[in-house]
């Protein structure tokens, strides 16, 4: 199978979808890998360094996507590079498509078969592909945080950890999924007063053996979460619902009420968003005020640290990657349950029930769209 790689265009995105190391391991396999000039070069990954294990470079996207019979992204296809995708091509990138109807219809008119990475499953119930960059975000959901509240960024002024006879600042995480318990760690590392809500009792006994009384956990309820976001200078919105929009769970009424210069960081946007107020934002201009609080909703956060993410994320990838490319994507998908739930279109069909349901369009089970 002919792989393509095309340089990353989402502003400040400097992810690339294979490192060289995984260039290599494809081409161990028997396959052809072409990658875009200068595709990996902000973070280290030189053109030389993609020839030297066997790639080669070609000098723009369009060619890439027109040669290529599988695209390897990290993140999903812009508008232009959805026109350039075709009947019966591969792409394998995250796509997060349920709050994003135009991109939908742009995969659903190419006639590609489009695998998401943030819906691929495994054994244990998780998100493996999901899972290193929602590590990768948690972390930097707290970094995000703490320099937001920083006077000059329109926040409250506040130190995380506080100084000796001055309390620590106040952070509340809502969901304590992979993001949020990377945040919670985070935010007991620098010594802020740490508090955790989600809607499983089970999930909140395993994070007060995880952390030992370091956090406080609370059962998640509209109440709940109105009383600690109302008392917290941080909240950070970790909440997941698989494939689907992310549910509003704090209302605008809510954040008219938070303090001044308290802020929220919406880890949740790519998905929607889980604060009423959230619209997605760069790193170039990752915040903005809403009745005086600080809305940190950077849709991309891990791509503010691209190399250690990029290679996260490749140790997820790469496995699916050369089954795809060793079996073609039909039998490959029909092998694994895992792999065909990241199927998300197939030739023009919908194939996940969360986002044909939230955005009311026909859906075809993934099964029967490979025709197994």
């Avoid at 190391?21 to 890998?33: D, N, T």
């Avoid at 999930?203 to 709940?224: E, H, M, N, Y």
């Avoid at 503010?304 to 140790?315: C, D, P, Y």
């Avoid at 490319?325 to 030739?347: F, I, R, T």
Wanted: charged share 20%; proline share 4%; net charge negative.
């Amino acid at each position: 199978m002919l792989v393509g790689v095309p340089k990353e265009i989402k502003n400040r995105e400097y992810r690339v979808g294979l490192t060289p190391a995984s260039v290599r391991e494809l081409i161990a396999h028997g396959h052809e890998v072409i990658v875009q000039n200068n595709a990996g070069f902000e973070i280290g990954f030189t053109n030389d360094m993609y020839e030297a294990v066997g790639a080669k470079i070609i000098d723009t996207a369009a060619e890439v996507f027109a040669k290529a019979d599988m695209i390897v992204k990290v993140k999903e296809p812009q508008a232009v590079e959805c026109e350039m995708l075709r009947e019966g091509q591969i792409l394998y990138t995250y796509l997060h498509l349920a709050p994003d109807p135009q991109q939908t219809q742009g995969l659903i008119k190419s006639g590609a078969i489009a695998i998401a990475y943030e819906t691929v499953t495994d054994d244990f119930g998780g998100l493996p592909l999901l899972a290193p960059m929602s590590e990768v975000a948690g972390r930097m959901s707290i970094q995000a945080g703490a320099h937001a509240l920083e006077m000059s960024q329109g926040g409250r002024g506040m130190l995380l950890g506080g100084v000796p006879g001055v309390a620590p600042a106040k952070v509340t995480v809502i969901g304590g999924g992979v993001v949020g318990t990377n945040a919670a760690r985070m935010a007991v590392g620098m010594g802020a007063d740490v508090t955790i809500l989600d809607r499983s009792i089970r999930r909140l006994q395993q994070l007060d053996d995880i952390f030992k009384g370091t956090v406080k956990t609370v059962f998640s309820t509209q109440d709940a979460v109105e009383e600690h976001c109302l008392a917290s200078d941080l909240v950070v919105g970790a909440v997941l619902i698989p494939g689907a929009a992310a549910p509003k769970l704090v209302t605008r009424e809510m954040i008219g009420k938070m303090m001044r210069g308290s802020v929220l960081v919406d880890v949740a946007i790519d998905q929607g968003g889980c604060f009423e107020t959230s619209k997605a934002t760069t790193h170039e201009n990752p915040t903005y005020i809403v009745d005086e609080v600080v809305h940190y909703c950077v849709a991309n956060m891990p791509g503010g640290v691209a190399r250690t993410s990029t290679l996260a994320l490749n140790n997820a990838t790469l496995r699916h990657a050369v089954a795809i490319a060793n079996k073609g994507w039909k039998q490959a998908l029909a092998d694994d349950k895992h792999l065909l739930a990241g199927l998300n279109v197939c030739e023009g069909k919908i194939t996940y029930e969360a986002v044909a349901r939230d955005q009311n369009l026909d859906y075809t089970p993934a099964l029967e769209a490979i025709g197994a």
